[in-house]
């Protein structure tokens, strides 16, 4: 006898450190959900201006053409009735709204796919990452390699003096670090220099921890 299931939804999470290629990873199961005819939607967060307005890109230059959106609850509002599969960019611009609008996505069925940061520059789980880790069916972790030590890479070092949790649009202002190479205080010590002294911040050559 054949058991016809209702379709189940799930959650997957492709989270790590910058260049870790969360969103080359994105892009690979979007696409491939796409040769296989599925309907998707592709969304990303208003603040995340760099490369191309409406595509999620990697910074191999791999795009893929997204829904650009100020929050959770315009996602949901985004959905059509035919989509089976959503992918979400760079989660880590989003509030905790996101985590519930995952959990509807998956309840009606569909597979949501979520790309983003799992600690900030400091090195502190980066919410709303850490709360879908703990409801998602699936999980990858990707790292980068270290630019100092070539060991894999799971940290993400600001080695620009700044006192936002994410400098957008800035790749040059970060580095992958491997947990021995990372300072968590080095953005801090950087921008206590810019101010008090008005000089350039120590570029990461010059802050290599000993
Ligand atoms: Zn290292």
Redesign the pocket.
């Known amino acids: 006898m054949n058991v016809i299931r209702a379709q189940s939804g799930w959650i997957e999470v492709i989270c790590g450190s910058m260049f870790s290629g969360k969103t080359e990873e994105l892009i690979r199961r979007l696409r491939r959900a796409q040769i296989a005819k599925q309907e998707v939607q592709i969304f990303k967060p208003i603040i995340d201006a760099r490369y191309s307005l409406d595509h999620i890109a990697s910074h191999s230059d791999q795009k893929l053409k997204a829904q650009v959106v100020r929050s959770a609850k315009d996602i949901l509002e985004a959905i059509s009735a035919k989509t089976q599969v959503v992918g979400i960019d760079e989660a880590q611009f989003f509030n905790l709204d996101l985590v519930d609008a995952c959990q509807t996505l998956a309840d009606r069925g569909l597979r949501v796919i979520v790309a983003g940061l799992d600690q900030d520059y400091r090195g502190l789980p980066f919410e709303p990452i850490p709360q879908l880790l703990a409801i998602a069916e699936y999980i990858t972790k990707n790292n980068a390699i270290?630019v100092?030590?070539?060991?894999p890479?799971s940290r993400s070092q600001r080695i620009i003096a700044d006192e936002e949790r994410v400098v957008v649009g800035a790749q040059d202002a970060y580095e992958a670090?491997?947990r021995?190479?990372?300072d968590p205080e080095l953005n801090d010590k950087n921008t206590k220099t810019k101010k008090d002294k008005k000089t350039r911040p120590l570029r990461s050559s010059q802050a290599r921890p000993s």
């Open positions: 270290c100092v030590c070539g060991n890479a670090r491997c021995v190479c990372f």
